[in-house]
């Protein structure tokens, strides 16, 4: 089956700091990849579609600035959370689509997520 | 606004129970739906995918959809305390490849 791996799994850091967080598509080519944030107990609401070798899309009230997606290659997009604070930490949630399987299959596979905390 | 609506739930069924859950969305042109299991401090895992007005079976889970009302469904047959997890709905709106999830079923099965 598709194997979406996420890194690091779990991440703490100090308030200022920026943190990356990568998706790779291990056994499929992703041209789309999505991130999501999770609070706890609320559903996933997604950040941003990540395009492989385009401008990431953010959706309505997600600073662009403050959350640098880059989709340089076919099996990997990264998210930089920049000058992170407290109210940053939450359950970060990369999902990827084969490529392959073509414009009417839409299932995405997830990563296993990471857990940031910003002290 | 494209929405996904759920019962939050929680859902509490016996062992070996037909656990039944529900879920509406607002974008009529919608084609893909999905049912995604998830456990508390994981990401969610792909269950059933549903394209097509009617069931689909997968082991003990069926999935229902019925466009015509924008109802999607998920029933889960001789439900087992592993099931006991959020099910999230998630509708791929038109145009792209954006995916909404529902805020989720709690659901609990009880021994």
């Known amino acids: 089956g598709a194997v979406v791996s996420q890194h690091p799994s779990r991440v703490i850091c100090k308030s200022g700091t920026s943190v990356k967080i990568e998706c790779r598509s291990l056994?499929?080519?992703?041209?789309?990849m999505f991130w999501y944030r999770q609070f706890p107990k609320q559903s996933l609401m997604l950040m941003a579609t990540s395009n492989e070798g385009s401008k990431a899309t953010y959706e309505q009230g997600v600073e662009k600035d403050k959350f640098l997606i880059n989709h340089a290659s076919l099996t990997l997009s990264t998210l930089t959370v920049t000058s992170a604070h407290p109210e940053d930490s939450s359950f970060y949630i990369c999902s990827a689509r084969d490529a392959a399987k073509g414009v009417m299959n839409t299932e995405a596979f997830f990563g296993q997520g990471t857990r940031l905390t910003v002290v | 606004q494209k929405e996904v609506e759920q019962n939050s739930g929680p859902l509490s069924v016996p062992e070996g129970a037909i656990a039944s859950l529900n879920c509406t969305y607002s974008d009529r042109g919608s084609q893909s739906f999905f049912w995604y299991r998830q456990y508390s401090g994981k990401s969610p895992e792909l269950i059933m995918s549903?394209?097509?007005?009617g069931d689909k079976e997968d082991g003990r889970f069926t999935a229902q959809l019925n466009k015509a009302s924008q109802y999607v469904s998920l029933l889960i047959r001789d439900s087992q305390p592993s099931d006991s997890a959020t099910y999230l709905c998630?509708?791929?709106?038109?145009?792209?490849?954006?995916?909404?999830f529902g805020a989720g079923t709690r659901l609990f099965v009880k021994a």
């Open positions: 998630a509708v791929k709106v038109t145009g792209g490849f954006k995916t909404i």
């Open positions: 549903i394209y097509s007005n």
């Open positions: 056994d499929f080519q992703a041209t789309t």
